[in-house]
């Protein structure tokens, strides 16, 4: 298993090399610099000249792109030509928001997808089941954003029970609910479609109409028999939406106001903050590779079947 891992990191390596450059050239094509940014449209020449030295946007981009590069080997990110601080000190300060508000939506989609699924899988074609996928289309169509600003009106402005945004720090992990609820009742209706459809495969499977017959229960033939092995495509579409959700956390924390990555990453496009734009990427790059990583080898511990070579 250690051997499979370590070719599939060696095999995200690549990977996270071309996203690096597309990021890199797609950030110097975009209108703007960052001398514009801080110094605004009615600075002088020399004023411009001088600052675009010190930050060394002069050099040619093949330049530019291999120092850059030879920091991140050193795992340098650089420094924030906007916050005048180390971009990896920034990300380890913002992180920690986002990773709560992405693990409390994984856990909230869940909580309200895998059961909704599994009734409607059971009761397939039954009143529960249309209910069950309504739900779900409607829910997958609905923005992130508009999600976001409704929760607003209606439990912040109209009953205020919770701030309309701000951080953990100041409002303690009640600052979370609501973005969590936008991010990932997003993310519910997703669960359901994946596991009702799970459910359906294996409730046809002849193993499941052998246990009928030896006479288990139904509680014992859907939900320890059926749901167990429904878990794989399951736990497969988990690891997918992770980078999904990380997307979706710059809306969210941008309607929220929460202070994590997301918003970070909103600050340093509007700043045209080079290095914090790559390094932000790349750290959200590299996590999707060993989340999926580690779903690939969760498949050995949910089905013994599976085997590393």
């Not at 409390?104 to 009761?123: D, E, H, K, T, Y």
């Not at 954003?145 to 402005?157: D, H, P, R």
């Not at 997301?262 to 509007?270: C, D, I, P």
């Amino acid at each position: 298993m250690w051997s499979y891992a370590a070719r599939r990191i060696l095999l995200g390596v690549p990977v996270l090399f071309g996203l690096s450059i597309l990021v890199f050239l797609l950030i110097h094509l975009a209108p703007g610099d960052p001398v514009t940014s801080q110094l605004g449209i009615h600075a002088t020449a020399e004023t411009a000249a001088r600052l675009r030295n010190s930050l060394g946007l002069n050099a040619p981009l093949p330049v530019q792109y291999a120092l850059w590069l030879n920091r991140v080997v050193r795992l340098d990110l650089g420094t924030s030509l906007y916050a005048h601080a180390p971009v990896t000190e920034l990300i380890a300060q913002r992180f920690p928001t986002t990773l709560a508000l992405t693990v409390a939506s994984i856990l909230l989609s869940l909580v309200i997808g895998v059961p909704l699924g599994v009734v409607s899988a059971i009761r397939r074609d039954e009143i529960i089941d249309n209910v069950g996928r309504l739900f779900s289309i409607i829910d997958v169509s609905i923005p992130v954003f508009w999600l976001g600003f409704l929760l607003i009106l209606a439990f912040a402005i109209g009953i205020p029970a919770f701030p309309p945004g701000g951080s953990v720090s100041e409002y303690g992990p009640i600052a979370l609910v609501l973005p969590s609820v936008a991010l990932g009742a997003s993310f519910a209706g997703v669960v359901v479609r994946f596991t009702r459809a799970a459910m359906l495969e294996v409730l046809g499977e002849d193993y499941i109409r052998t246990a009928q017959a030896k006479g288990l229960s139904t509680f014992a033939v859907n939900y320890r028999h059926a749901l167990g092995n429904s878990l794989i495509p399951l736990v497969t579409v988990v690891g997918l939406q992770v980078g999904v959700l990380l997307s979706g956390a710059v809306l969210t924390e941008t309607v929220f106001s929460l202070p994590g990555l997301g918003l970070l990453m909103v600050g340093a496009v509007a700043a045209r903050d080079y290095p914090m734009i790559l390094g932000t990427v790349l750290f959200v790059a590299v996590l999707v590779v060993l989340v999926n990583l580690a779903v690939d080898l969760l498949y050995g511990v949910l089905d013994p079947r599976v085997r590393y070579e």
